[in-house]
């Protein structure tokens, strides 16, 4: 079982809502990451900082991370800040809050997406859990309860909660079905695939790799070396324009990580200890988040263009 805590504002909607949703085990609701202990419902009303906020169990065999954050997007106005429906206040806010360090990057790379089609700035807020106390017994699965309680969200998604995650966000379903499971949690939802078990670690063969969602060219066998990580090794990109850099303090680290500037996959990190003879960078990427286009395939794949720098 996995665990993680999302504020979507008054949490009796949003519990009953992520408890219809397929591979969820659990739902309890409370108050998170406020500057009290033990808040009463009246103090986080006159503002103790904590944010209503529904505490998920789920088997991730069942549903990803990702999945369980595509059906949660379905429930909020993710620019709105400290609002949804017709409730207004700082514990109405939204947040996606962990206690697994390894699922913020798989949780920052979903942002990432879900940015790329709004206009405005997402409002969502990510942060390790700090704290979480339960809610008094009447606020527990209170719509089962009341039925004809108040929710703020429209009762045909609750439908869409019992379908699970297939039918949401067609741009992101598109992509799951395109993509393997590896491919999607690592491109789209900014996982790390496990060392000398993947695709491309030992491959060199003469060719180009691309990016796995957009097929843009990122990377040439030229440029490809052993570093003994466990992962492909570059010593640079076809056009550093072609990839995003942006800091990651995940695991207790200062790393760099890379995403492509076009589609927003997440590619892998940037370090400098590569060799100095070829510049001394290494673009340590992920096998799931690329595509090898051999030599001989280049021009019919349309890559012709590149084959001058291909040896």
Known sequence: ?????????????????????????????????????????????????????????????????????????????????????????????????????????????????????????????????????????????????????????????????????????????DLRERLTPMQYEVAVGGATEPPFRNEYYDNFKSGIYVDVISGEPLFISTDKFESGCGWPAFSKPIDPALLTQLPDHSHGRNRTEVRTSGSGAHLGHVFHDGPEELGGLRYCINSASLRFVPRDEMKRAGYGKFLPLVK
């Not at 697994?100 to 790379?109: L, P, V």
């Not at 979480?132 to 699965?141: G, R, T, V």
Request: aromatic share 10%.
């Open 1 to 173: 079982m996995k665990t993680i805590y999302l504020a979507g504002g008054c949490f009796w909607g949003v519990q009953k809502y992520l408890s219809l949703i397929p591979g969820v085990k659990e739902t309890t609701v409370g108050y998170a990451n406020g500057k009290t202990a033990n808040p009463s419902y009246q103090a986080v009303c006159k503002n103790s900082g904590h944010a209503e906020t529904v505490r998920v169990v789920y088997d991730e065999k069942a549903v990803t991370l990702t999945g369980l954050l595509d059906l949660y997007a379905e429930i909020i106005d993710p620019v709105s800040v400290n609002r949804q429906g017709g409730d207004t206040g700082i514990q109405y806010r939204t947040g996606i809050f962990y206690e697994d360090e390894s699922d913020r990057s798989i949780i920052s790379g979903w942002l990432t997406l879900l940015q790329e089609g709004l206009s405005k700035p997402v409002a969502i807020e990510l942060a390790p859990l700090q704290n979480f106390y339960p809610a008094e017994a009447y606020h527990q699965n209170y719509l089962d309860k009341n039925p004809g309680g108040y929710c703020h969200i429209p009762s045909a998604k609750f439908d869409r909660a019992r379908s699970g995650a297939d039918q949401v966000h067609d741009g992101l379903n």
